[in-house]
């Protein structure tokens, strides 16, 4: 079976940058998340990478692989082309088994000895690198999903609820806190948390992360939400309007020189904060759940809504170089 790359609107966009305002990319991209939740493992990506460090290109990091028994849905960062004939690599050894049906153990045992042996081929052992995987793992046989992550060279099932990979992971998980480390979630907080920190993590580290962002829960049962662009932009939305009026708040909190501005600057933050959950609130009226795409409606989907080769809608503008 032929990888397949998961699905979005605006899939593997390419959009080049004019000669005078061209952008020298930082190499090493990409913010991934994946979250042990109560319905199974939930993994959520940026979508942007670089050809040659120059040339943005918008496509999706989870690449999703079916087996006779089992799911493996992989998200990468890194380098693009390493990464993906790394998984290639995975899947092709994956596909050539037809014993009886493998454990969550069994199947994430085949992609340790692939991902092992690509990685050593083609990196130096004692420098960290950021071509790393996470793996969310659904085996039939047992009725698990599980989390799995890379480091360097080796791969193992995840120690922590919460796995990041990428040039933004230590300001992810600064944004997400220690509250899910060790506690499992439910299936919503853990869409909600993802896509406000990673939200939050393209608004402050543009040029290196950034894109629409993709996210997925592959349940224990076997079957996989692709949640749609609508809710993950209204959470990114709405969340980062939040966080801009609890900064501005911040400053006065920390002000000593000027008695009874903090009170007042309260008083304008809840009123503000009032708004913003209102205008939420509304936003929600029109859908009464979150919307699901099932995986076998997204070729639909995409030739319902052509790509836009101008889109990066809610990426800060990136850096640009000074005119010499």
Known sequence: MATQLLSCPRHTVRRNVPPSTRVKYNNRMTIVAGFVNDNGVFLCADTLTTDGGVTAVYRSKIIPVFLGDGKAFFAFGGDVKFSELAIQRCERMLHRYNGAPRSVAEIAETIRKQWHSAFRESHTQDVYSGDQILCAIHAEANAETALYSSSNQFFARA??????????????????????????????????????????????????????????????????????????????????????????????????????????????????????????????????????????????????????????????????????
């Open 159 to 324: 120690t922590n609820n919460v796995e990041c990979i990428g040039c933004g992971e230590s300001v992810a998980r600064y944004l997400m806190g220690s509250r899910f480390q060790s506690c499992v979630t439910t299936q919503r907080n853990a869409f909600q948390y993802a896509i406000n920190a990673l939200g939050r993590v393209k608004e402050f580290m543009a040029g290196s992360v950034g894109g629409n962002l993709t996210a997925v829960n592959l349940n224990h049962d076997g079957s996989e939400h692709i949640y749609s662009q609508r809710d993950i932009e209204r959470i990114e939305r709405y969340a980062g309007q939040f966080d801009s009026a609890a900064r501005d708040l911040l400053i006065y909190f920390m002000d000593h020189d000027a008695p009874g501005r903090f009170e007042d600057e309260f008083s304008r933050f809840a009123a503000e904060v009032n708004g913003i959950r209102w205008q939420w609130e509304n936003a929600l009226a029109g859908a009464a759940q979150i919307e699901f795409l099932p995986m076998e409606i997204m070729d639909a989907f995409r030739k319902a809504k052509p790509p836009d080769p101008l889109s990066t809608r809610g990426d800060p503008s990136h850096p640009q170089p000074s005119p010499e």
